[in-house]
């Protein structure tokens, strides 16, 4: 596609729920990017996928959080039994290559995900 | 860790004037760093990158200063104007063998017509 597209752009659900949320890369990026915004602050990364390569999990803050990425294409963000202080923007992001420091990233416009 | 510091509180200019965003950060030396603007309910884009051994970088009304030794990047737009309105972050990859860029918490300007 022409962007990175994420979807659903808005997600409520209610504590202990599990939720999906769905990136597409941009065609032909290989490298894959999960950050999370919370209000006001800056963005925090989760997971990194390049690849073949095993993803950079160092950044999901519990073992509630899990991405897959499937053909090296879309990737899903799943949250298991949700929490009132999950409620944030969920961005995604691709790079070409991710192989490269100097790489830039291409967002999508985010999940908003708020937990009642 | 690695630490990327921007200035919290909102920057406020006068339409045409210069504004001049501030990023430090700590226990790393990055190759290169990168700056992006956010509007609200989008996601970050890109605008410019600067190397290690890059003291300056411009692109239109846009100017990039990066101080290894300082550890810090300033970012200027010129002849501001309204439409720069928004939150500006920088970014770099820290560590060695990382590759996922960490972003400071951003700068919000606001240029008043």
């Known amino acids: 596609g022409a962007g990175v597209s994420q979807s659903p752009s808005n997600k409520v659900t209610e504590k202990g729920k599990d939720v999906e949320l769905r990136c597409d890369p941009i065609?032909?990026?290989?490298?894959l990017y999960w950050y999370r915004q919370s209000l006001g602050q800056g963005l925090e990364f989760l997971i990194y996928?390049?690849?073949?390569?095993?993803?950079?999990k160092s950044g999901l803050p519990s073992d509630r959080f899990s991405a897959e990425r499937t053909g090296g294409s879309v990737s899903t963000l799943t949250i298991q039994r949700t929490q009132q202080e999950d409620s944030a923007v969920y961005l995604c992001a691709s790079s070409p290559t991710g192989g490269a420091t100097n790489e830039k990233l291409f967002f999508g416009s985010g999940t908003q995900l708020s937990v009642l | 860790s690695q630490k990327i510091e921007q200035n919290s509180e909102a920057l406020n200019i006068q339409e045409g004037k210069t504004a001049t965003l501030t990023c430090n950060y700590t226990n790393y030396s990055p190759a290169y760093l990168q700056w992006y603007r956010q509007d609200p309910g989008r996601g970050p884009v890109f605008l410019l990158l600067i190397r290690e051994n890059e003291k300056e970088k411009r692109k239109e009304r846009l100017k990039v200063t990066f101080d290894t030794t300082l550890k810090q990047s300033l970012f200027h737009i010129t002849a501001s104007q309204p439409a720069d309105s928004a939150t500006y972050l920088c970014?770099?990859?820290?560590?060695?063998?990382?590759?996922?860029?960490?972003f400071g918490s951003g700068t919000r300007l606001q240029v008043q017509p």
């Open positions: 996928f390049q690849g073949n390569s095993a993803p950079d």
């Open positions: 970014a770099l990859v820290a560590g060695t063998g990382r590759r996922a860029l960490t």
């Open positions: 065609s032909g990026h290989t490298a």
